[in-house]
């Protein structure tokens, strides 16, 4: 079974996100960006969500993470929490 491992940042508003990801690829952390401005309880841990299998996120997060480009930023992604910014650390098949 595949498994990946993901941080992400969630946020109320699309535009929020875009100004995030700006920031990020202007050279702010994708760690300090989730502890500053998710929220989500993982921004805490800078995003972290540690490893999981397809299915135990929302569709649209679990299509991004399992088919995105590993160490990119991705995103907006709209599900129903919000807007989030993903970035797949690591994946196996």
């Not at 946020?11 to 500053?36: P, R, Y």
């Not at 088919?67 to 994946?91: C, D, N, W």
Request: glycine share 12%; net charge negative; hydrophobic share 30%.
């Amino acid at each position: 079974m595949p498994t990946a491992r993901a941080s992400h940042i969630l946020v109320t508003t699309e535009d929020e996100c875009n100004d995030l990801k700006t920031k990020i690829e202007g050279g702010e952390t994708f760690d300090s960006m989730a502890q500053e401005h998710s929220q989500c309880p993982s921004g805490q841990k800078g995003g972290d969500l540690g490893e999981f299998m397809p299915g135990q996120m929302v569709k649209e997060f679990d299509e991004v993470v399992f088919s995105g480009e590993i160490g990119a930023v991705l995103g907006p992604i709209k599900t129903q929490f919000g807007y989030h910014l993903i970035q797949v650390i690591s994946r196996t098949d």
